[in-house]
């Protein structure tokens, strides 16, 4: 594949680029009243709107082009098919079979992972029924209302994410705790909110040894077990594991019959659709677990068979690339304007960052174009109290993506109305922005004159001008939700197909775990630490001196 820049399609692109990089939005919708309908996609219960982008037709036609040029459609079947895209570590990326829901055989090394995939869905089932029913029962004869997630990365992001946004669907009298940071506050906190007796804790780590994950797992046992009357033989009951390394499960004290299993084709950060859903699954039950697996089906189905030019991941990703490339941006935010979508940005960080965060390409070249983004964003509408200034009348351009649902859940759709006007205004500003003119319009009645109202001025003009997606859900339910998930999944998957960068990887995430492997033993001896730069050691020589051990 021929370098991205040195491509025909690469060049026509920065040739209009050069053309149309200054030209105002509000030019581009006063020249075409028809942006919206134009720019606009429904899908089921979704409306994407992209027409405030910095984009005209023959923009919008040369980004298809480039994707077909990059033979997209062909990478796109190389996913779905079982191919081992993940060429860095010969494997396949298949999390997209965990939401098979016709059930179509999907083939990986000459054998149908269905049966598989289906027999895990299948046990999970069973246990969050036995659960939710009674049937299982804590050592001392209590059922289950904590569910605690020991987990990190992928195992914990995804989750945590999931059963947020979708609280209100939670099973009464369940509550759900997420436990990921190797620092021993993060679990102090969580286990004072805890009565062992009901509680149960699974630990999420494909090879059950991750040292954050079971730093913390041990923690969790030594604590259950410190307490009045439990047993060896009780961990059994309040612990499962969502791993594949049988015999560390077993030696931990779980029941080999309570092991949920996943597979080396599903990526961590790829993984809440698997086993690693168990915590979603038991907290809002597993028929709308299995209404948020169709409804990310739904989503592939769009992205696998849909053209470019009405694909809502392809454009999003298009789109995106459009910026990085040519307008040379940095960062893009993410503003869910919904409180149960607040870990949404946050989950994207880890998607898309380390998705393609990546400076080499899959034939081990140092790639000489820029790629993925920096993800970042809040809720709103306190993201306007907070970065919204820098958006509006900073020296950096930053894309937005606004996400809300039409449908509130909260029985008070007034506030639901402020919390929308406050959306689509922010949108409308931001591509508009307000002019000198329309500025001196505003303090013509205000008695500022002369050279104290040229003092004022420009503090009050907004550039206007910045790119923004609007995604309108019209109510956020599992299946919405999943669609969602999956969109910007597929969005992730297709700027690293664009970049020809490995998307499944993330070797950058290897080398400080390697580092702080030595340097823990470094700080348990009694030497002086010198094997290390100037300032390490230092830090580390210090570090001993004064935690008053």
């Known amino acids: ?264 084709w599903v990526g961590g950060r790829y993984s809440l659709w698997s086993a690693i859903g168990l915590s979603i699954a038991l907290y809002i039950g597993f028929d709308n677990f299995e209404k948020m697996l169709q409804g990310a089906y739904q989503m592939d189905v769009h992205f696998r068979k849909t053209p470019f030019s009405e694909n809502i991941p392809v454009i999003m990703a298009m789109l995106g690339i459009w910026y990085v490339d040519f307008f040379n941006v940095k960062t893009h935010a993410v503003i869910p304007y919904y409180q149960y979508l607040k870990l949404f940005p946050e989950f994207l960080q880890q998607l898309d960052m380390e998705s393609n965060g990546k400076r080499v390409s899959k034939d081990g070249d140092i790639v000489n174009y820029s790629t993925g983004p920096v993800v970042w964003g809040v809720s709103g509408t306190n993201a306007q109290h907070s970065f919204f200034q820098l958006i509006h009348q900073g020296t950096q351009l930053i894309p937005v993506d606004f996400i809300a649902p039409i449908e509130t859940q909260c029985d008070e759709q007034n506030q639901h109305d402020i919390l929308l006007a406050n959306m689509f205004a922010q949108s409308e500003a931001m591509m508009k922005g307000k002019t000198e003119k329309e500025v001196r319009e505003e303090l013509s009645g205000s008695g500022l004159k002369g050279a104290e109202l040229e003092k004022i001025l420009n503090h009050k003009v907004f550039p206007g001008n910045i790119p923004t997606n609007t995604i309108l859900i019209k109510k956020l339910t599992p299946e919405t939700l999943g669609s969602l998930i999956a969109m910007y999944e597929h969005k992730v998957f297709v700027q690293g197909a664009i970049w020809n960068i490995n998307s499944f990887d993330q070797w950058g995430v290897e080398l400080g775990k390697q580092l702080a492997k030595r340097i823990l033993a470094e700080l348990g001896s009694d030497n002086d630490i010198s094997a290390h730069d100037g300032s390490t050691n230092g830090l580390l020589n210090y570090y001993r001196e004064n935690n008053g051990r």
């Open 1 to 264: 594949m021929f370098s991205l820049t040195e491509t025909d399609e690469w060049g026509a692109l920065q040739e209009h680029y050069d053309k149309i990089a200054n030209v105002h939005l509000r030019t581009l919708f006063e020249k075409d009243k028809d942006r919206f309908k134009k720019y606009h996609i429904k899908f089921n219960d979704i409306l994407f709107d992209f027409s405030k982008n910095r984009i005209d037709n023959i923009a919008f036609k040369l980004l298809i082009k480039l994707a077909e040029h990059r033979k997209l459609k062909a990478q796109i079947e190389a996913m779905f098919t079982g191919e081992k895209i993940n060429t860095t570590e010969g494997r396949a990326v298949l999390h997209t079979a965990l939401r098979n829901r016709p059930i179509d055989e999907v083939i990986f090394d000459g054998k149908d992972v269905m049966p598989e995939v289906n027999a895990v869905l299948k046990k999970m089932k069973n246990f969050v029924r036995d659960v939710h029913s009674g049937k299982w029962k804590g050592c001392t004869g209590m059922p289950i209302t904590h569910i605690v997630n020991i987990g990190i990365g992928g195992s914990h992001l995804g989750p945590a994410m999931v059963c947020e946004a979708l609280k209100p669907y939670s099973k009464p009298g369940m509550s759900v705790h997420f436990i990921s940071n190797v620092d021993g506050c993060d679990i102090a906190e969580t286990l004072k909110q805890l009565n062992p007796d009901t509680t149960l804790f699974l630990i999420a780590s494909k090879t059950f040894t991750t040292q954050e994950t079971m730093t913390n797992a041990l923690a969790a046992k030594k604590w259950f077990l410190s307490l009045t009357g439990k047993k060896d033989k009780d961990v059994a009951l309040h612990f499962a594991a969502l791993s594949t390394n049988t015999e560390a499960v077993s030696e931990f004290g779980i029941n080999p019959k309570n092991m949920f299993e996943f597979w080396d």
